[in-house]
């Protein structure tokens, strides 16, 4: 069964450093998205990103933020000068047409000291 | 950021029974609405969706219920079975403009299944 691939699955850094946290959606999908779930708190959407763009983003992404689809199967979240409170779990998804359901990958957890 | 809320952190139901997970939103533009299943250390797993033009949608042992005048959903998992026990997301649909969907996640329901 196709699935989201992610790596690494855990990436500890330094407060900021820039981290590059890396994405294979599944295939045949068009849409490609982050969330994060900081420890305790709700999974919160970042970005969207279709046809080479981002199509919506939140308020936390902010100019530290940035996604790349460097090669059309690789899906990369930029972090430029990471914070303390960016640590979290971070989540890849992507998604055909349709029905609204995301499938996500296995997350990235992002420990910054 | 309240349009999604899971008032029940937790629940406990002996195998063989129904389990029943609820939630409530607020805001009334969502296209779809979905729950997914978190085991600890792994991604959302996507279970069952329903279309917000839709009352009910059933898949095996799965049924989601949609409430519109009451802004609630609920997830009947029957019979219920020890591997079910996880934490259970709503998840409510918005589509982007260009395309996609943006998803809000409620704060999650902690199911256990006991033999």
């Known amino acids: 069964e196709p699935e989201v691939t992610q790596t690494p699955s855990h990436q500890v850094t330094q407060m900021g450093q820039e981290v590059i946290l890396r994405c294979v959606p599944i295939?045949?999908?068009?849409?490609f998205y982050w969330y994060r779930q900081i420890l305790g708190q709700k999974v919160e959407f970042l970005v969207s990103?279709?046809?080479?763009?981002?199509?919506?983003k939140s308020e936390i992404f902010d100019d530290q933020f940035s996604v790349e689809r460097p090669d059309g199967s690789n899906f990369t979240l930029k972090i430029r000068s990471t914070k303390l409170e960016d640590s979290a779990m971070y989540f890849c998804?992507?998604?055909?047409?349709?029905?609204?359901?995301?499938?996500f990958g296995q997350g990235t957890r992002l420990t910054v000291v | 950021d309240q349009q999604v809320k899971q008032n029940s952190p937790s629940l406990s139901v002996q195998e063989g029974r129904i389990s029943i997970l609820n939630c409530d939103y607020t805001?009334?533009?969502?296209?779809?609405f979905l729950w997914y299943k978190k085991y600890p250390a792994e991604g959302p797993t996507f279970l069952i969706s329903?279309?917000?033009?839709?009352d009910k949608n059933e898949d095996g042992r799965f049924t989601v219920f949609l409430n519109k005048s009451a802004k609630h959903l609920s997830l009947h998992i029957v019979p219920s079975q020890p591997g079910d026990s996880a934490v259970y997301f709503c998840?409510?649909?918005?589509?982007?403009?260009?395309?996609?969907?943006?998803?809000?996640f409620g704060t999650g329901t902690q199911l256990k299944v006991e033999l």
């Open positions: 998804a992507s998604s055909g047409q349709g029905t609204g359901e995301a499938f």
């Open positions: 295939s045949n999908h068009l849409y």
């Open positions: 990103f279709y046809n080479n763009e981002i199509s919506e």
């Open positions: 805001n009334s533009m969502f296209d779809y």
């Open positions: 329903i279309s917000s033009i839709k």
């Open positions: 998840a409510a649909a918005r589509r982007i403009t260009g395309g996609g969907n943006k998803l809000t």
